[in-house]
């Protein structure tokens, strides 16, 4: 059974990078049928895909048009886990951060959620 | 972007009732359309997959129907555990992916 295990700060400050792990069980996230992928929820803005990291010989990413240029999703095969950097926070960007897995098209296992609040 | 929309927003239904939640795409998704519940504190749950195939270890009484912009999601009779809430999402190409704003079952 695939588990994720996210951890990361409750607490960024505006401007800065907001930063959440997950870690992975029952799969790998080199895993070259399946992609790992970051969504958030907000009462303002609802359930909101974020990106993705995908192993296909090589790493890829994709984001959402909506936060790139500040999104960085990337790997650590030695931990087996993936991690979400969001630069230049801002209240906007309060939410709950949710990793999962998606296979076929299909987000089939989700981690827990972190709550990531954007206030000085 | 293709917009979800689920109705109602909220319902109001005793234990052992039927259920019927629908959702609506702005444009066609094929059967490119999943359902999920979602409990307070908890992450979304893969209920349904291609508009009517159960995820694992979802018992019988959800179901889905529905293809191109109209969906339901059916629980025949309701369960103490089922109260929740269910959004839907389509998932109709790569990268293209929308949730609705979800639909609220709750104790009458």
């Known amino acids: 059974q695939v588990q994720l295990q996210q951890s990361g700060p409750g607490l960024v400050k505006p401007s800065q990078t907001l930063s959440v792990t997950c870690a992975i069980s029952g799969d790998s996230v080199s895993n070259n049928i399946v992609a790992w992928n970051w969504i958030r929820q907000s009462p303002s803005r609802g359930l909101e895909w974020l990106g993705n990291l995908y192993f296909r010989s090589n790493w890829y990413n994709d984001y959402a048009e909506s936060v790139r240029g500040r999104i960085t999703i990337n790997p650590d095969t030695s931990k087996n886990q993936l991690s979400l950097q969001l630069d230049s926070v801002t209240p906007e960007d309060t939410a709950v951060y949710y990793c999962?897995?998606?296979?076929?098209?299909?987000?089939?296992?989700w981690g827990q959620g972190t709550l990531v609040t954007v206030s000085s | 972007e293709i917009v979800m929309t689920q109705s109602p927003a909220t319902l109001s239904v005793s234990p052992g009732e039927r259920v019927t939640l629908s959702c609506r795409a702005s444009q066609s998704v094929s059967s490119h359309l999943a359902w999920y519940q979602q409990k307070p504190g908890q992450a979304p749950r893969l209920l349904i997959h291609?508009?009517?195939t159960r995820a694992t270890g979802i018992p019988a009484r959800f179901s889905g129907s529905g293809s191109g912009t109209e969906f339901t999601l059916t629980i025949s009779s309701l369960q103490s555990e089922d109260f929740a809430v269910y959004y839907c999402q389509q998932y109709s190409k790569w990268l293209s992916y929308s949730f609705g704003q979800g639909t609220k079952v709750d104790i009458k």
């Open positions: 999962a897995r998606q296979q076929s098209l299909i987000f089939d296992f």
């Open positions: 291609g508009a009517s």
